[in-house]
Nanobody, 117 residues
């Protein structure tokens, strides 16, 4: 089992910034992919960004250039720096851990991000 604890969500004005953190604990394998997904009301959960253990990143087109994903392997923590936030970024943001070895997939409880216009 892997536990994910997210923090850093909140309310911000358009153009503002927020930084999300997600700390993983438990049965963590060194080879894995961590990332962030989001779900707005009435919409499906969608990819925001992912990062592998060697730092390979992938971003949704809607956030590329505004958001930056990073990780600290020593702390088993992934971060999402969100700049130039827009009202359409409003959603619950979920942290995800995927083990490349076992194929197991885990989710955090989600953190609310609200961007006011």
């Amino acid at each position: 089992q892997v536990q994910l604890v997210e923090s850093g969500g909140g309310l911000v004005q358009t153009g503002g910034s927020l930084r999300l953190s997600c700390a993983a604990s438990g049965n963590i394998f060194s080879i894995n992919k961590m990332g962030w997904y989001r779900q707005a009301p009435g919409k499906q959960r969608e990819l925001v960004a992912t990062i592998t253990e060697i730092g390979q990143t992938n971003y949704a087109d809607s956030v590329r250039g505004r958001f930056t994903i990073s990780r600290d392997n020593a702390k088993s923590t992934v971060y999402l720096q969100m700049n130039s936030l827009k009202p359409e970024d409003t959603a619950v943001y979920f942290c995800n851990y995927a083990s490349t070895i076992t194929g197991h997939n885990y989710w955090g409880q989600g953190t609310q991000v609200t961007v006011s216009s």
